[in-house]
């Protein structure tokens, strides 16, 4: 059972005071509980309110009366309960699995303000303001507020007027802020995007290392970490740098059974993206990552040319644009937005219908951080790539010359090993994605490689004629060049080296220039080929080479196909299996949320998920007590916009 030491009566924290048998209830109090109160129900009977001491029907009062959800899912009520008795936890949950419940219901149970370390100032910013619509105290201290506007926050802080507080992590560690933490009731602090904090990790920021002073200077606060990707090395991490070592650590399934995994050889990337997304996601919210600024830009300005509402996101974009795009991407639907990884996290829209790669990621882990960004709100949702033989030799490039020392060039390219071999599988792609995250699994039915399995072929041979021509080329050329002498292809080039009288000269004649790449992209990512960046990209033998040149060991690779692809989606109603009818409805709820952001200031899916509103299509309430058993709408939200919506439904 959860634990808590206010007196039974009191869901939320006691008021700020030095005094630690104090337990006077801050202003507001009587209407957040009233916000947790069915309609017409009254507080005496409220459970874990007024009449129990069970703290788990006082968590449930919260879900359901704030949050508007009916039941905790997975592991949030052992989270919580561990959390709201003053233990620490090590969270590792999917991206939208609810992590955010998890810190946010033990803030209210205990007595103090929950202080969430936060990278991100959109995504402080966006739930901020989906708790203020719940009737839940919360604010926000980062670089976006005033002089004036930090001030008062702080005020507000001091003197307990906060549920909870987002803080970036580099202002937390600053003296004015510890001193604050100190003169005031802190009931958690919760660590998000964790993951941070690991330098083998895919996204590591530097101040996040700081972040273990929270353990030192305040012993007795709860802290939990939360991350949606972490292999074993980088909980390891978590654990050492943040000082976790007694923390419980939840591992929920890695598995986002709602996302189509698709990884399509690249012939001609950017026709192959737009044949994507016109043919499954027309008019659809979307992100495509490219790794250079440059190509952003080229690919955004080519889909706009194209009818696509596209925008382009990098860190060489003016600051303003930046946000004004970002700001365009939460709050308008069908915009497409091509970035690099700089539009990373805090992406808290929940329905992004597709992720698409134009380039491959570094990792798996990075990887699947960016594709989980896709269908947050669980309908179906596409994780969508273009791979190719430039992006394996590039990436290994870019570990190759960077200025890493050697242990982390090490685990750099076991990590892009464990990618290439997600790409080549001709298994099924959601069981080698949660392998890499130590979660067993059976083949999903839901990624190409189930929808389509891909044929295999003994490579045998071919693999030998690759090598040789490696061998007598003396292994100084790229994978142009080898093509040309396998395929007798001629030129100036080919004479000048004398390549022309090999053995190997023109012996894969019979093979395309396309199946070549196949062919050397798989060795590669085989461990036979290697790539050495300092003779300009050359191809090279590795060890394991040698028994398939002496005809001592088989070779088998897969034989790329046509994916059986699901139809197009023509309308969000027809996705959602709502008749003409009930899908006019949803386009009617729809606008009048657009008008309540665009009036409020904020993005339509903190007035409510498109979920909710297509429960309410489906079921056409007609009573305020009706209203309250849609997911999603808490009391404070069917107070506020309860009359709209029925008078819509009427």
């Not at 003169?183 to 964790?194: K, N, S």
Request: neutral net charge; charged residues 25%.
């Amino acid at each position: 059972m959860l634990q808590n030491s206010t007196t039974a009566g009191t869901v939320n924290h006691a008021a700020n005071s030095s005094d630690t048998g104090d337990r006077r209830l801050p202003a507001g109090y009587p209407s957040r509980c009233a916000a947790m109160l069915p309609p017409g129900g009254d507080p005496a009977s409220l459970p874990g309110l007024m009449n129990t001491s069970s703290d788990h029907d006082r968590a449930l009062a919260i879900l359901r009366g704030t949050f508007g959800y009916t039941e905790f899912r997975g592991p949030q009520a052992e989270i919580v309960s561990q959390l709201a008795g003053g233990g620490d936890a090590l969270v590792l949950m999917p991206t939208g699995g609810g992590k955010s419940l998890c810190y946010q219901i033990p803030s209210l149970l205990r007595e103090g303000v929950g202080v969430v370390v936060s990278p991100l100032i959109a995504l402080m910013a966006d739930q901020v303001a989906a708790l203020q619509q719940a009737g839940v105290r919360a604010g926000m201290l980062n670089s976006s507020l005033s002089s004036e506007e930090a001030r008062a926050m702080e005020r507000a802080f001091s003197q307990g007027d906060l549920d909870l507080l987002y803080v970036a992590p580099e202002r937390l560690v600053m003296p004015r802020m510890l001193e604050l933490l100190d003169r005031a009731r802190i009931a958690l602090f919760a660590i998000d995007e964790a993951h941070c904090v690991s330098q083998w990790g895919h996204d590591f920021r530097p101040e996040y290392l700081q972040l273990s002073i929270l353990h030192e200077r305040f012993p007795s606060v709860p802290r939990v970490a939360l991350t949606a990707t972490a292999d074993p090395l980088t909980r390891e991490e978590i654990i050492e740098r943040l000082a976790l070592h007694d923390a419980r650590v939840f591992l929920s399934s890695f598995d986002r059974p709602n996302i189509r995994y698709t990884i399509v050889d690249k012939a001609d990337p950017r026709t192959q993206l737009l044949r994507f997304i016109r043919g499954e996601h027309n008019g659809e919210s979307g992100i495509v990552y490219c790794l250079s600024r440059r190509k952003v830009d080229e690919t955004a300005d080519w889909l706009v040319t194209q009818g696509v509402r596209a925008l382009p996101y990098h860190a060489g974009l003016d600051a303003a644009i930046r946000s004004e795009h970002q700001n365009r991407f939460q709050r308008e639907e069908g915009i497409v937005m091509v970035a690099t990884i700089a539009f990373g996290m805090g992406i808290d829209k929940p329905d992004v219908r597709f992720v698409g790669h134009l380039d491959l990621p570094k990792s798996i882990e990075a990887y699947y951080q960016e594709t989980g960004r896709a269908g947050r709100d669980g309908q179906p949702a596409d994780a969508w790539m273009a791979y190719g033989l430039a992006d394996v030799v590039q990436q290994r490039r870019m570990i190759d010359e960077s200025e890493a020392n050697e242990d982390f060039k090490r685990v750099a390219s076991a990590k892009l090993d464990a990618l290439l071999g997600l790409c080549e599988t001709a298994g099924c792609r959601r069981v080698r994605l949660l392998s890499y995250f130590g979660e067993a699994s059976e083949p999903c039915g839901n990624c190409d490689t189930c929808l389509e399995p891909p044929e295999t072929w003994d490579a045998t041979e071919a693999a030998r004629k690759a090598l040789s021509a490696i061998y007598r080329t003396e292994q100084r050329f790229g994978a142009g060049h080898l093509i040309d002498v396998l395929r007798g292809k001629g030129g100036e080039r080919i004479t000048r080296w004398g390549h022309d009288r090999l053995t190997v000269f023109g012996v894969g004649a019979d093979t395309d220039e396309t199946a070549w790449r196949t062919i050397f992209r798989q060795l590669i990512a085989l461990g036979l080929v290697a790539v050495d960046h300092q003779a300009y990209g050359a191809l090279k033998l590795t060890e394991a080479s040698r028994p398939v040149l002496k005809g001592e060991a088989p070779v088998e690779m897969r034989r790329a196909g046509k994916v059986s692809r699901k139809p197009s989606r023509a309308t969000a109603a027809a996705a959602a299996g709502l008749d003409l009818q009930q899908g006019e409805l949803l386009d009617r709820l729809k606008a009048w949320r657009l008008e309540q952001a665009r009036s409020q200031g904020v993005p339509p899916y903190v007035i409510f998920h498109d979920a909710t509103l297509t429960e309410i299509a489906r079921r056409a309430p007609r009573s305020r007590a009706a209203l309250a058993e849609i997911s999603g709408i808490g009391a404070r939200k069917l107070d506020r916009y309860g009359d709209d919506l029925l008078e819509l439904l009427s």
